[in-house]
């Protein structure tokens, strides 16, 4: 493992006798790969992750964030070539090894019982319990939680491969090379059976995933890297609710904002803030919960001054996050009776089923929300995305990279600069939009 500090690469023994220092500069490693058990992270894994989420230390990031990313670049990421090159070898050697075995040992028996054995029977047989054990291990990785959403697509996608392969060229070896019933039926229920499944499997809704690592574990992970490398630069603290008030001068409150970006949670307003999307994109940007609580009121006295005010609602995929629009709407201290232009940008469960790489989690928690919540407060959504949430799935907002997130609030607010084009439903006093697809 290199360190991070001098760059000098420390084998296990080297660490192990300079006590988990680098041999070198002395510098500690936090991690020790080789006694983890689970996932194995390195220093020079770890900071590149905090480089990388960063921008190399030019955004702001939350640890939830960090942990989504690191995740991310924990999960297996070996290539389709690797593992094509991979099966070949593994195809012949099995066949070869097992098929020269089984002859081996059951050949002359088989003889003696007087079961006729075509020539090659015992090399296809031990190539097709290979295949079964391929498609079973690629069947299971389809539905895995601990697998990403490309790599389980990747293995759909060769399960019905390698099923058709067993269908096609084991049909032609069984019926015309090596004359076998018994060898033709295990040749027709697994490829038929791959391909069954793999479009049974490609039909239903995206399987959830579960972290490879727990939250203590991480936890404890930012304590020890903070303690040995002084800081995070980048990395933002819980937000602050109570601060004390700001003055803000009769010059600057007697303008006002086109436009507002509202949070479901002062977590995401907090790093809008600290990258400056605000002044970027001259608009200001609030949490439901009234973050930042010190600007808040003399914010809302700007904004309600423009009639012609549009404001974008970022929220979780979640049973409360779904209700920010109508809370938007029926609260006095937000836009009640006020002819509002209000664009839902997500996240939506329409926009998490149309998706192909996204963090879909699942817990009791969110489905008790989900049968408590005012259904009001969930205009618009199709029965599909209740039942959706209603089984207990959720997505944060912080499963997206801050540039990622930024990006697409970016692209949704140059995207509807003409709201009543856009489409949308009539709500109280307001005007809604929504999209299909989170950026």
Sequence with gaps: MKCIKCGTDNILTDRTTNSGRCKTCNHPFVFEPTTMAGVKVTDPRFKKAIDDISANNTLFFTQTQLAYFLDSRLRRSNSSTQMGCLYIFMNVWFTGFFGGMSYSFL?????????PTPPGFYALAANLVFQFLTLSSLYSQSKSKKVDSRSRR???KYLQLIGKLVLGIGSVLTVFFIPSFLLFSMVVVMGVG????GNRQQALPPVNQDFLFSKLDFQGWILRWKATNQSIPKLLEPPIE???MAAVS????AYSFDRLVVCDRADIAQLLIANNFHFENNCAVLSITGYPKNIFDTTMEMLHRNPNLKVFVVHDCSPKGMG???RLQSSDRWFKGRNALIVDIGLTPRQVLAAKNIFIQTSEASAREAQQVDRSQWQGLATEEIKWLEAGNYVELESFTPQRLIQVINQSIAGNRDLSDSGGYAGDGSFISSSDSFG
């Design 324 to 326: 920010l629009v109508q």
């Design 250 to 253: 009769s010059d600057v409150s």
């Design 154 to 156: 990747w293995s759909l």
């Design 107 to 115: 050949g002359n028996s088989i003889a003696l019982m007087g079961i």
């Design 242 to 244: 109570q601060l004390p």
């Design 194 to 197: 791959a391909i069954y499944l």
